[in-house]
T-cell receptor, first 114, second 114 residues
């Protein structure tokens, strides 16, 4: 199994600012993902963080709003840019194996934009 | 479009009652299937998963799920629930070629009354 640490665990931010969320894994992993869980909603995949190349974004999510870094096989960051109250969500980092039989989640970052 | 459907959005039942939550998916071919639980204020926790073998899968906390390929279903069951099973339950699926990218159902909020 993989142990995933996310920082910060929660934050309250002013609209128009940006927040960078860090995800650290205790082992090297090929695949890292970022999800969003809006209040009362299910999880939606934002993007796949690729090591050594640009992230791959899902429909409805763009790099300018959610820039992602993946400098190595154990670390990734997600930035929520120019925040508005609609960005208030839980953001989760996830890792998996290449066969899709494992999927581990961090504890999430609860973001409130005021 | 591929989808994951959870039939019940909100379930209320008494302690010791049996629980069954439905999950259907629209993917063709090979899939991996997961059930996650999210207790109030806590992060996602894996209950069980299926990727091959015996279609009746046993998980933690007395939960089990049955994969019925012909019905594209992966229903979650527990014979006798406890108050501590109050939580939100999510079904999730991944499939080739995007192994690791989970698509989640909308979730089912389960409330167990004493």
């Amino acid at each position: 199994s993989a142990v995933i640490s996310q920082k910060p665990s929660r934050d309250i931010c002013q609209r128009g600012t940006s927040l960078t969320i860090q995800c650290q894994v205790d082992s090297q992993v090929t695949m890292m993902f970022w999800y969003r869980q809006q209040p009362g909603q299910s999880l939606t995949l934002i993007a796949t963080a690729n090591q050594g190349s640009e992230a791959t974004y899902e429909s409805g999510f763009v790099i300018d709003k959610f820039p992602i870094s993946r400098p190595n096989l154990t670390f990734s960051t997600l930035t929520v840019s120019n925040m508005s109250p609609e960005d208030s969500s839980i953001y989760l980092c996830s890792v998996g194996d290449g066969r899709g039989t494992e999927a581990f989640f961090g504890q999430g970052t609860r973001l409130t934009v005021v | 479009a591929q989808s994951v459907s959870q039939h019940n959005h909100h379930v209320i039942l008494s302690e010791a009652a049996s629980l069954e939550l439905g999950c259907n998916y629209s993917y063709g071919g090979t899939v991996n299937l997961f059930w996650y639980v999210q207790y109030p204020g806590q992060h996602l926790q894996l209950l069980l998963k299926y990727f091959s073998g015996d279609p009746l899968v046993k998980g933690i906390k007395g939960f089990e799920a049955e994969f019925i390929k012909s019905k594209f279903s992966f229903n979650l069951r527990k014979p006798s629930v406890q108050w501590s099973d109050t939580a939100e339950y999510f079904c999730a699926v991944n499939a080739p070629p995007s192994w690791g990218k989970l698509q989640f159902g909308a979730g089912t909020q389960v409330v167990v009354t004493p």
